[in-house]
């Protein structure tokens, strides 16, 4: 299943990782794509607050991953360093284990995850919008539905 919404400002962002973040559970597997400045760490950020993480999340592009401790700990990873090696074995703990792993650049390493997962595209048009497209089957594919009857502009 596939749902398109635009994001129009930063509450819109936050009205999204809100929405989200009411369907988690553990293993949840988020692949966040999108050019550069796209805007996937600040969804990140709005999840992690959401999930009621307080530390300041930055941007893992350097360690690849940060792990923040919750009642569901989250995974931050940013992999895209490893757009031409195409895995990293210390990531799979991560990716299969307890908590939720959201990962940025999620395309370099497709051959590392589960075949379902939920996915958002991030795309800025010219006028400055975010045009977000997201994909979800399996279990995943109610939360797509969930997005589509609660989020609206
Ligand atoms: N919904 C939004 N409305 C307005 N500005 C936004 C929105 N989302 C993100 N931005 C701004 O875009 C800039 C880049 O965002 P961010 O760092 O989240 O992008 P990114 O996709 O993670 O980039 P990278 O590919 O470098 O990791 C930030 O200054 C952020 O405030
Ligand atoms: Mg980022």
Redesign the pocket.
């Known amino acids: 299943m596939e749902v398109t919404i635009f994001?129009k400002?930063?509450q819109?962002?936050e009205k999204l990782a809100k929405i989200i973040s009411g369907n988690l559970f553990p293993g949840f597997i988020l692949g966040l794509t999108?050019?550069?400045?796209?805007?996937?760490?600040?969804?990140t950020k709005y999840l992690a607050k959401n999930m009621g993480i307080l530390d300041i999340i930055n941007?893992p592009?350097f360690t690849i991953l940060k792990i923040y401790n919750s009642n569901l700990d989250l995974y931050h990873m940013?992999v895209?360093r490893l757009e031409n090696i195409g895995y990293d074995y210390e990531l799979d703990d991560y990716i299969y284990g307890e908590g939720v792993s959201v990962i940025?650049?999620y395309q370099y390493i497709l051959n590392m995850l589960p075949k379902e997962l939920l996915k958002i595209a991030?795309n800025v048009n010219n006028s400055g919008e975010?045009v977000i497209t997201i994909n979800g089957e399996g279990r995943y594919e109610k939360i797509v539905k969930d997005i589509s009857y609660r989020y609206s502009n």
Not at 34 to 43: A, E, I, Q, V
């Open positions: 994001i400002s930063l819109d962002t999108g050019d550069l400045g796209s805007g996937k760490t600040t969804f941007s592009t940013d895209y940025e650049w991030i975010r």
